[in-house]
């Protein structure tokens, strides 16, 4: 049974920091890719950033590329994504996604939101 669990969030002045966590078990990582979307209030779900299955490739949306990093720890089954330099606009609802599509140039996977797999999601505040 795939399960996605996200940590990490929190309410976080603007220029700050957070480190989000997303802890996955039913699957392996070596043949799922692993995504990270963002929800704003009354805005629709957007990748954020996708971490590649085969060789841990990385890719990130232009609107936080330079500040955010997607990695994974193969051994502890999970993923992370460190965002440096948070701006009110990265606040979100953030949700950890899986399936076995690779991932795009930006930031997202092929499937979309039509991803197989979702997190509940964590909320990350950005105080301006």
């Known amino acids: 049974q795939v399960q996605l669990v996200e940590s990490g969030g929190g309410l976080v002045q603007a220029g700050g920091s957070l480190r989000l966590s997303c802890a996955t078990s039913?699957?392996?990582?070596?043949?799922?890719?692993i995504s990270w979307f963002r929800q704003a209030p009354g805005k629709e779900r957007e990748g954020v950033s996708c971490?590649?299955?085969?060789?841990?490739?990385?890719y990130y949306a232009d609107s936080v590329k330079g500040r955010f990093t997607i990695s994974r720890d193969m051994a502890k089954k999970t993923v992370y994504l460190q965002m440096n330099r948070l701006k009110p606009e990265d606040t979100a609802i953030y949700y950890c996604?899986?399936?076995?599509?690779?991932?795009?140039?930006?930031?997202?996977?092929?499937?979309?939101?039509?991803?197989?797999?979702w997190g509940r999601g964590t909320q990350v505040t950005v105080s301006s």
């Open positions: 996604t899986t399936d076995t599509s690779v991932c795009d140039s930006g930031g997202s996977p092929y499937a979309g939101l039509d991803v197989a797999y």
């Open positions: 971490i590649s299955a085969s060789d841990g490739s990385t």
């Open positions: 039913g699957f392996t990582l070596d043949y799922y890719a």
